[in-house]
């Protein structure tokens, strides 16, 4: 579904004359934008509640490494990927951790910061593309 969706856009986002899409058009297109900020809604469904968790905040990212998840509501919460150190704050806390003492998780953060860095050698490092 993911793939059809991004399918979907991408012939949505070329202009009528240009031509088709290719995974290198994408990765160098990706990484002409060294930097983004976009915001978010999040709804989280956990089988104990009746209703949905929801929360929105903002998405930054900053190439190559940096990625911060800010959760604005219900509750503050910052979470801060920088290289291989990731923060967490939430209710006057802060915790951190180095990526490398949770290696379950390093190829879902590499796939997601090169994906958005435009840098298909890391990417390639993770997935085979195809």
Avoid: C, N
Wanted: aromatic share 4%; net charge positive.
């Amino acid at each position: 579904m993911r793939r059809a969706l991004l399918a979907v856009l991408l012939v949505l986002a070329q202009p009528a004359q240009a031509e088709p899409w290719s995974l290198a058009g994408l990765m160098a297109a990706l990484a002409q934008h060294r930097q983004g900020t976009a915001t978010f809604e999040e709804k989280k469904f956990i089988s104990v509640l009746d209703q949905p968790v929801q929360s929105s905040g903002e998405l930054r990212f900053v190439a190559p490494d940096h990625l911060e998840k800010i959760t604005l509501k219900p509750h503050a919460e910052a979470l801060v990927l920088d290289g291989d150190r990731l923060t967490l704050e939430r209710r006057g806390r802060k915790k951190v951790v180095a990526l490398a003492d949770y290696p379950e998780i390093a190829g879902m953060i590499e796939s997601i910061r090169a994906t958005l860095a435009g840098d298909r050698k890391a990417l390639e490092r993770v997935y085979h593309l195809a």
